[in-house]
């Protein structure tokens, strides 16, 4: 038979008081005593004592205090009054045994014991008291933590709507422990089109089949409203469902739910088996993934609208100057993507290491402005011709100024011809006066043009060109960056001896590269 821990501990604490066995006795409420008997358990060890053992035990009942009921001799029942226990107040538990002292002592000895465990019954209730505050404080303070992080990424936008969402549910799913937790969406191209998707985080059991099914057979909640059901047995696919806790997401009108399976434990108490379940606060925090689906995935949509908007401008600025001539096909994109190696190998930020890289792709925009005659001559330049190719610097400037979003480029395009000696142009500046976006665009520029065939003369091969680099260290480049260079040629070549052979670089813009860089920077 199992006891009520409670009951189980007071006895043991009574049985060691008084060195005697004490056994839980359960007295109906409210049964008339004479219909008392004792349990059947103990039957067989205490048919003898029975009477007097329904003697201690109505006496007890009625005193609520120990009571003793002689046998023979120094024999004696006894029944002590137990505290009551967690689950059922209106239980009342006595612990009975046997005394082999002289009815006088047994008398004292029971009263003592009986106040010494109710003592301790009292102190253990404050400490499992203490102990759900605890609990208590620290999931709120879980709590809190989780949702500055959710609100943390919300600001960043690094990830997707579908990353954001995954990652949400997983740490959600720590916090409240449930086995699983799933976002589950009703499928709508709409939705799709928003970046957001069905997934489910948890043990992996569950499938999203599972969190189907349940949902078809619950009452399910309206906007704003949330369900928990606790203490059920719904048969799914994959297991037993024993609780679950479903919210909406809603814009306006639902377009799939968030919902919890099984709750492994009660955090917030020392509870019993029959408490495990979801409560009220758990359902708060599935409002809040399910807001943050609803409301972001959809703001997510017009940040893609403009990132569209962004991403056109540049093509058709970039396919304005390539189209114009074909011998530079896919240089700015090289030239980019050269740059952000660098960058990064410079140890920059991602965020700083795209916008070198969408400069790299925006370096020469000035170009558009530069006549045909000049910009397509095949024979060598006239030092007039020269000086209208030297502007495309600042034309690219004036055309990227107009474009607000794109701005954190303008040090790139206006100062990629520049020297660190002093002797480069439009403004002759010298070593770090020379943005550090500008120094960098200037060393992937020079190698992709010395690399790449042109109308007047053919590619040059990639060793010559790194020591054409090497020794312009510190006279035409920045030392530091060509060593970053260097180290990122050494890298590749490691990987593949031509992976940078001419016939093998990109011919065209990587339009899925700018559009993650554009993501990143939030344009
Ligand atoms: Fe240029």
Redesign the pocket.
């Known amino acids: 038979m199992i006891f009520p821990a409670s009951v189980s501990r007071q006895c043991d604490d009574l049985a060691q008081l008084l060195g005697t066995a004490c056994l839980p006795y359960l007295r109906s409420p409210g049964a008339p005593a004479r219909e008392i008997s004792v349990q059947s358990t103990y039957e067989a060890a205490w048919q003898s004592d029975a009477q007097f053992v329904l003697e201690a035990i109505n006496s007890a009942a009625a005193s609520k205090q120990a009571a003793l009921a002689e046998a023979t001799g120094n024999r004696s029942v006894f029944a002590i009054p137990l505290s009551s226990t967690e689950n059922n107040k209106r239980e009342h538990w006595f612990a009975i045994g046997r005394m082999n002292e002289s009815p006088n002592v047994s008398g004292r000895l029971i009263h003592i014991a009986h106040e010494a465990t109710r003592r301790q019954h009292q102190i253990d209730v404050q400490e499992i008291a203490i102990l759900n505050a605890e609990t208590e404080m620290e999931r709120s303070y879980n709590e809190r933590v989780w949702l500055r992080q959710l609100n943390a990424q919300r600001a960043i936008r690094k990830k997707t709507v579908g990353q954001q969402s995954r990652q949400s549910i997983e740490s959600l799913r720590k916090l409240i422990d449930a086995e699983a937790i799933a976002i589950y969406l009703y499928s709508d191209t709409e939705v799709e089109g928003h970046g957001l998707e069905s997934m489910i985080s948890g043990k992996q059991v569950w499938t999203l089949d599972d969190a189907r099914i349940l949902i078809q057979r619950i009452q399910k909640p309206r906007c704003g409203e949330s369900v928990i059901l606790n203490g059920i047995e719904q048969q799914l696919h994959n297991g037993i469902c024993h609780s679950c806790a479903i919210v909406p997401i809603s814009e306006p009108e639902p377009i799939g739910y968030v919902l919890a399976i099984n709750r492994r434990k009660h955090s917030s108490s020392v509870a019993s088996k029959s408490e495990i379940g979801f409560v009220s606060s758990d359902a708060e925090l599935l409002h809040e993934v399910a807001g943050y689906i609803a409301a972001d995935g959809y703001s997510n949509a017009s940040l893609l609208e403009s990132e569209q908007l962004v991403l056109g401008t540049l093509r058709a600025m970039s396919n304005a100057i390539e189209a114009r001539d074909p011998y530079t096909h896919g240089h700015s994109e090289r030239v980019g993507s050269v740059a952000y190696q660098i960058a990064l190998r410079l140890n920059l930020s991602e965020v700083a290491c795209q916008e070198i890289y969408l400069a790299g792709v925006l370096?020469?925009i000035g170009k558009i402005g530069i006549p045909d005659h000049v910009l397509l001559k095949a024979g060598k330049l006239e030092p007039e011709e020269f000086d209208i190719i030297r502007k495309?610097?600042e034309i690219g400037h004036r055309i990227l100024e107009e474009l607000g979003k794109l701005k954190f480029a303008l040090p790139g395009v206006l100062y990629?011809?520049e020297r660190v000696d002093g002797t480069g142009y439009p403004h002759n500046l010298v070593g770090d006066e020379i943005p550090l976006m500008a120094r960098i665009l200037a060393v992937s520029?020079a190698y992709d043009a010395m690399t790449s065939s042109r109308v007047y003369r053919n590619a040059m091969g990639q060793q010559r060109a790194i020591e054409i680099l090497s020794n312009g260290m510190r006279t035409q480049w920045d030392a530091e960056v060509v060593t970053a260079c260097l180290q990122y040629f050494s890298e590749l070549s490691l990987e593949a001896e031509d992976a940078y052979h001419e016939f093998a670089r990109p011919k065209t813009t990587d339009w899925r590269q700018v559009s993650q860089a554009l993501r990143v920077l939030q344009l």
């Open positions: 370096h020469d495309h610097p990629h011809h520029d």
